[in-house]
Every structure is written in structure tokens, then in C-alpha cells.
T-cell receptor, first 112, second 115 residues
Framework: GESVGLHLPTLSVQEGDNSIINCAYSNSASDYFIWYKQESGKGPQFIIDIRSNMDKRQGQRVTVLLNKTVKHLSLQIAATQPGDSAVYFCAEILGSGNQFYFGTGTSLTVIP | GAVVSQHPSRVICKSGTSVKIECRSLDFQATTMFWYRQFPKQSLMLMATSNEGSKATYEQGVEKDKFLINHASLTLSTLTVTSAHPEDSSFYIC???????????FGPGTRLTVL
């Protein structure tokens, strides 16, 4: 079918290296942010979230950084593994939560 | 918890037929469900938002008569692609949120191919 919209930016990293995936959001009033991972042919899966009153949150091998001054969000993956190869989306959530805005997404490829 | 299922996972149909895709929240009550469309190597595109018992809110450019959405219960929403054409071939993903509305739980997606 006809394709519309932007194609995903790509990032390739060597296995074992750290990955940093960036996302710019648009609304300074957004108060909640989520990173999703989407493997090929599957729906997005929740990875980690962060509230606007925080600037950093750590999970298992993942860290999310929030810079509200420049409206920027990043996802850091430590010791990237082949299983991390996927598309990663950030989402900004406004107000009640029904206003979800997804970033373009980044396609991460891990080279063994 | 917070599992969302979609059925079917893959469907192939002839041009002109209608296809119904189901989205179910298995272990929570989904006050709001969302339908997305995704082309290969592209981002999610929100098609519509539906609240249980009310009409869906469609995004600009999405034909409501083409993509019929029904959210009859707190655990089920359906998307019917009417008179499907090859350009409707895509990956359709639903998501659901509960009363807290601070997270969307995604279904596994449905791959539609229209011949």
C-alpha cells in the first residue's frame, strides 16, 4: 500500500556497547513519558516511564533521562544485546492521559 | 496483568470485502481504546479513540465510514475495514487504557493484506 509519514531513523551498535536513543517532544505541559519497544511484527511493549518531576529513572539495563528545558528525552541501554534490536518509540502523555503523542521512533540494530 | 489481545493476528482478503478486527482487554476494564495503523518502517499513526458506549473520535483524514469502530463493552472494541482495498493493507494495532488513563497497553497487532 501507499506509505505516508516519516521513515524511521536507524541506529546500529555493536553488541556490548551502550545505546542512546533520543526523542524530542513538543508540549511543555506533558507530564508523563513512556518508552516503548516494538519488535518486528509485534505490538509495542512498555519499557520504562518517567514523570515530569523527575530527570532520571533507571530500570534494568535501561535509563531514561528527561530534559524539560529543551524538551528532550533519551533512552540509554547498557551492554546492548541482539535481543534489543527493535524499534523504540517515546510517548508523551498530556493531562488525563488520553492525549498520547508518539515520537517518530528509532530502529535499533545490534551487530553481533 | 494488563494484557490486550487482538484477533485475528493475520488476515488476507480479496479487494471489496470487509474485515473485522477485535481488540480485547483480558484482565482489566478498558475505559478507552485506541486504534493505530502502521506502515512498514514507520511510526504509529493514531486512527481513532473510542470510549465504551460512545462514538469513536476519529483523527483528521481517517474516514469514519471506511473504518467502523465499535466499543460495545469495557473489554472489547472492534475495527471493521469496510470494502477493503490494497491500499488498506497495513499493520493495525489497538491499545487500551484503564480508568487511570496514564498508560496504554498494546495489543500484538493484526497484519491485514488485501489482494
Amino acid at each position: 500500500g501507499e506509505s505516508v509519514g516519516l521513515h524511521l531513523p536507524t541506529l546500529s551498535v555493536q553488541e556490548g556497547d551502550n545505546s542512546i536513543i533520543n526523542c524530542a517532544y513538543s508540549n511543555s505541559a506533558s507530564d508523563y513519558f513512556i518508552w516503548y519497544k516494538q519488535e518486528s511484527g509485534k505490538g509495542p511493549q512498555f519499557i520504562i516511564d518517567i514523570r515530569s518531576n523527575m530527570d532520571k529513572r533507571q530500570g534494568q539495563r535501561v535509563t531514561v533521562l528527561l530534559n524539560k528545558t529543551v524538551k528532550h528525552l533519551s533512552l540509554q541501554i547498557a551492554a546492548t544485546q541482539p535481543g534489543d534490536s527493535a524499534v523504540y518509540f517515546c510517548a508523551e502523555i498530556l493531562g488525563s492521559g488520553n492525549q498520547f503523542y508518539f515520537g517518530t521512533g528509532t530502529s535499533l540494530t545490534v551487530i553481533p | 496483568g494488563a494484557v490486550v489481545s487482538q484477533h485475528p493476528s493475520r488476515v488476507i482478503c480479496k479487494s471489496g470485502t470487509s474485515v473485522k478486527i477485535e481488540c480485547r482487554s483480558l484482565d482489566f476494564q478498558a475505559t478507552t481504546m485506541f486504534w493505530y495503523r502502521q506502515f512498514p518502517k514507520q511510526s504509529l499513526m493514531l486512527m481513532a479513540t473510542s470510549n465504551e458506549g460512545s462514538k469513536a473520535t476519529y483523527e483528521q483524514g481517517v474516514e469514519k465510514d471506511k473504518f467502523l469502530i465499535n466499543h460495545a463493552s469495557l473489554t472489547l472494541s472492534t475495527l471493521t475495514v469496510t470494502s477493503a482495498h490494497p491500499e488498506d493493507s497495513s499493520f493495525y494495532i489497538c491499545s487500551a487504557s484503564d480508568a487511570r488513563e496514564d498508560e496504554q497497553f498494546f495489543g500484538p497487532g493484526t497484519r491485514l493484506t488485501v489482494l
